[in-house]
T-cell receptor
Framework: ETGVTQSPTHLIKTRGQQVTLRCSSQ?????VSWYQQALGQGPQFIFQ???????GRGNFPPRFSGLQFPNYSSELNVNALELDDSALYLC????????????FGEGSRLTVL | QKEVEQNSGPLSVPEGAIASLNCTYS??????FFWYRQYSGKSPELIMF????GDKEDGRFTAQLNKASQYVSLLIRDSQPSDSATYLC????????FGQGTTLQVKP
């Protein structure tokens, strides 16, 4: 059974640039959630995808967008990067929408200079 | 008011002691409650969940829920240095919302 994988693991961008982060969900999981975790903080919910549709969004601006593909993998896109976007971005898969049992990938560490 | 609140700590306990971690939540409609553990530099992993008022025990861990007080806690008995981590309380409201986490330090 393959776990949740994310890429890239680390990346550095400059203000104003765009970034795409990728996630492959655990086998059999059809729901993917994305979280932003700043240093010393808990994960903040960005959005959740189920069957290629966004299903629930946290308090993040529209420049944060996502996609889910037919194989349940997912992308997180962030446009017009700001310094405060520097964080660990976590992808988690689950068996159902709103499920509390999430399986996390190791995250993508984004630094915005 | 934050949806899920935890004391960030650090909470320091000696090896073998009981560690008590607390969490409050604001949405009375919340149905399910979870505790995740996050080691430094790693991603969160689920350790306990509880749905009903009362206590739920799993090995050295006990989760406690009081919906009337909107309060969830996690007790760790016989704390070990390997328990040193950040403990995240999380609540489902159609999505899983996390608190900021409490850092636990278990000293040998």
């Amino acid at each position: 059974e393959t776990g949740v994988t994310q890429s890239p693991t680390h990346l550095i961008k400059t203000r104003g640039q765009q970034v795409t982060l990728r996630c492959s969900s655990q086998s059999g999981h059809n729901t993917v959630s994305w979280y932003q975790q700043a240093l010393g903080q808990g994960p903040q919910f960005i959005f959740q995808y189920y069957r290629e549709e966004e299903n629930g969004r946290g308090n993040f601006p529209p420049r944060f967008s996502g996609l889910q593909f037919p194989n349940y993998s997912s992308e997180l896109n962030v446009n017009a990067l700001e310094l405060d976007d520097s964080a660990l971005y976590l992808c988690a898969s689950s068996l159902a929408i709103g499920a509390g049992e999430l399986f996390f990938g190791e995250g993508s560490r984004l630094t915005v200079l | 008011q934050k949806e899920v609140e935890q004391n960030s700590g650090p909470l320091s306990v000696p090896e073998g002691a009981i560690a008590s971690l607390n969490c409050t939540y604001s949405d009375r409609g919340s149905q399910s409650f979870f505790w995740y553990r996050q080691y430094s530099g790693k991603s969160p992993e689920l350790i306990m969940f509880i749905y009903s008022n009362g206590d739920k025990e799993d090995g050295r861990f006990t989760a406690q829920l009081n919906k009337a007080s909107q309060y969830v806690s996690l007790l760790i008995r016989d704390s070990q240095p390997s328990d040193s981590a950040t403990y995240l309380c999380a609540v489902t409201t159609g999505k899983l919302i996390f608190g900021q986490g409490t850092t636990l330090q278990v000293k040998p």
